[in-house]
C-alpha cells in the first residue's frame, strides 16, 4: 500500500513539473515557471509582448526578445514553452546523449 501510495505522488509531482506555458498567454508567475526563465527573462517576454503584439512563431520570440536564440529556445521548449501552442520544431536537431559523449 505504501508503495502505490509513493508511487502516486511521484507521479503527480512529476506531471506538475512538466507544465506547459504558451508565451502570448502567460503571465510572469507562469512563465516563470518553466525551468530556464527567471523573473528578468520573464519581465523581457511580457514587456515585448505588450509592445509588439503576440508572437507569431518560433523565430518571431527568438528575434524579439533578448537572450533568447537557437539553442535556448529549444531547451525552453523542452521544459514545456509554447509559442502559440506549439513547441519548437528543431528539437530532433538537438544532439543526443551519445552523440554528446562521441565529441
Known sequence: MLKK???IVCMLMATVSFAQV???KGDPAALGSIKGIGP???KRI???RSKGGNFKD???FESRVSGIGEKK???LSQA???VNGKPK???AATPTKTAAKSK
Do not use: H, I, Q
Request: net charge negative; proline share 0%.
Open 5 to 7: 501510495l509513493l508511487l
Open 80 to 82: 514545456g514553452l509554447l
Open 22 to 24: 504558451d508565451v502570448n
Open 73 to 75: 529556445s529549444v531547451k
Open 46 to 48: 511580457v514587456d515585448e
Open 58 to 60: 518560433w523565430t518571431d
Open 89 to 91: 520544431s528543431g528539437e
Open 40 to 42: 528578468a527573462t520573464a
